[in-house]
């Protein structure tokens, strides 16, 4: 199994920045792709954003263009910068690892708030 941890949620202005940060332990080598979620109340939860250990990267249509996940191999994190930043993207940020069988490896945590308000 693995164990995840989110960081780097806050308040944020429209048209702000922010990067979230998930850092991994445990069973590591089990990891095919790391990925960002996000679950406002009354809603699934929705992929955001995932990463592949050969560097692919897919982005929900809703944030294509402003968030750029990546990952630092050498902290065993992956991160989330967030750009240009709406309101709609305020909700709780999760992050878990997925298998080459996209089965999830990590629990859901408490994951980070995001706020986008002015």
């Known amino acids: 199994q693995v164990q995840l941890m989110e960081s780097g949620g806050g308040l944020v202005q429209p048209g702000g920045s922010l990067r979230l940060s998930c850092a991994a332990s445990?069973?590591?080598?089990?990891?095919?792709?790391s990925a960002w979620y996000r679950q406002t109340p009354g809603k699934q939860r929705e992929l955001v954003a995932y990463i592949t250990s050969g560097d692919s990267t897919n982005y929900a249509d809703s944030v294509k263009g402003r968030f750029t996940i990546s990952r630092d191999n050498a902290k065993d994190t992956v991160y989330l910068q967030m750009n240009s930043l709406k309101p709609e993207d305020t909700a709780v940020y999760y992050c878990?690892?997925?298998?080459?069988?996209?089965?999830?490896?990590?629990?859901w945590g408490q994951g980070t708030q995001v706020t986008v308000s002015s």
């Open positions: 878990n690892a997925m298998s080459r069988d996209l089965r999830l490896l990590g629990s």
């Open positions: 445990g069973n590591i080598f089990s990891i095919y792709a």
